[in-house]
């Protein structure tokens, strides 16, 4: 008996000890050299390290054991890749002109199937309604009505079998039970969702389903604040299960807007006695550090426009009215230019207002920013942008004002909220 113990806990061991290798290929003259690889922790990616580039390739040996969702990111072309660990080697070429990834090739068997089942989601999602409606307008005996049944059995078949792949058959069975139904057919009930987020295994926090599954779990909410209460109480907030969840929940509430109900769990988080995990540590920190009276971090400019100073504390003046925005963004194409009217009373005032834009396409970048008489400044990374966490940008426009020492004094939601601020309306 004491032997088989033994036997048993190396095995374990060796498990838990296993290493696997990331190897990443581009075609000679591929610009970018640095890579980012990131883990999932729900619907936050977790660094893991960067990466230069050796002989046209990146390569890591992932120091232990992990099945979920990879990214590679590219930072010098905002460039991100998808990728599955399995727990066993990942292996990826990329097909690129200049410094444009064409296509992606997964060599590794994992990945390959992977790409193969989403592929199959995909269409079902998007082709098989198409089908189903376009059935209605051809007689059943026509040969076009005749391949459009055949193509419908296909999607409506069996997807390919992944048995062998554990976090493959992990994703595709819990994306088919709760984020896969059409809707046409009733979805699951509240607690068989309580039921599978309080008791699944550690491949729901690196799925990346946790996210969309409690969305959907509050959309069907007849009371919010039950529903949230009843969840909580299943996780155990005592638990890094927990914890993450309820990090979720209060970053799904600020993301809409939701303010009293983010309050009050992040209030329950900041009260927690026990140890706090890693992914509720980061969501109470960043939600610190824009709170009213915390002192705006400073943010070192890339290439601002209308503007001598290189930081945003270089700015001086006595209010700053900081705008995250995007020329994307259709709110803030209707905002924005509302402040053009009032921008003379501003300077006059001393106000100044500093736009950070999430975009990443320079030329519509330019055509907004330069029509707007105010600072402006981007990465040109969109949401990959170094800001939008560190400020908890959420959605877009996103305001904050400041007073001359750069402390938050107000957090306004629309336009008019800052005029009214600023006693200009």
């Known amino acids: 008996m004491k032997k088989t113990a033994f036997i048993l806990f190396g095995f374990v061991g060796a498990l838990l000890s296993a290493q696997f290798h990331i190897s990443i290929t581009a075609k000679e003259g591929f610009a970018p050299k640095e890579v980012y690889l990131f883990t999932t922790n729900g619907s936050k990616d977790m660094l893991v390290t960067k990466l230069s580039k050796t002989n046209d390739q990146w390569s890591f040996k992932y120091p232990g054991q992990y099945m979920g969702m990879m990214k590679a990111y590219f930072p010098e072309i905002n460039y991100s890749l998808n990728f599955i660990s399995e727990n066993r080697d990942v292996n990826i070429k990329l097909d690129t002109q200049g410094s444009r990834v064409s296509e992606v090739l997964y060599i590794d068997e994992s990945n390959k199937m992977m790409d193969l089942v989403q592929d199959f989601q995909r269409k079902q999602q998007t082709i098989l309604p198409v089908l189903y409606q376009m059935k209605e307008f051809y007689k059943p005996s026509s040969a076009f009505s005749q391949a459009m049944d055949k193509e419908i059995s296909v999607l409506t078949g069996k997807l390919p079998d992944v048995s062998k792949y554990p976090f493959i058959t992990y994703y595709t069975n819990n994306y088919s039970k709760f984020l896969g139904k059409p809707s046409t057919q009733s979805g699951v009930s509240q607690s068989e969702i309580i039921q599978f987020v309080s008791h699944s295994n550690e491949m729901l926090e690196t799925s990346t389903l946790l996210r969309p599954i409690l969305q959907d779990y509050l959309s069907t909410a007849g009371n919010t604040e039950v529903a949230v209460e009843n969840l909580l109480k299943a996780v155990n907030l005592e638990t890094p299960r927990g914890q993450t969840v309820l990090s979720e929940l209060i970053e799904i509430f600020d993301t809409y807007s939701m303010t009293e109900l983010k309050d009050k769990y992040l209030a329950e988080a900041k009260n927690l006695k026990c140890t706090i995990n890693d992914r509720l540590a980061s969501t109470i ?29 270089e700015v001086k003046a006595d209010k700053k009215v900081i705008v995250f925005w995007s020329s994307t963004c259709s709110h803030c194409e209707t905002e924005l230019p509302k402040f053009i009217p009032y921008y003379s009373q501003m300077k006059a005032k001393n106000i100044e207002i500093v736009g950070l834009s999430l975009d990443v396409d320079k030329a519509s970048y330019d055509s907004k920013a330069n029509n707007y008489p105010w600072i402006n400044d981007t990465e040109l990374r969109g949401w990959n942008s170094t800001f939008a966490e560190r400020y ?12 001359k020492n750069n402390k938050i004094i107000a957090k306004p939601d629309h336009i008019a909220d800052v005029l009214e601020n600023l006693g200009l309306k």
């Open 285 to 313: 920190k960043t939600n610190d550090a824009v709170a009213l009276g915390a002192t705006f971090e400073n943010y070192i400019f890339s290439k601002p426009v209308k503007t001598q100073a290189r930081s945003l504390y």
């Open 392 to 403: 908890n940008v959420r959605a877009t426009p996103t305001y904050y004002i400041l007073d």
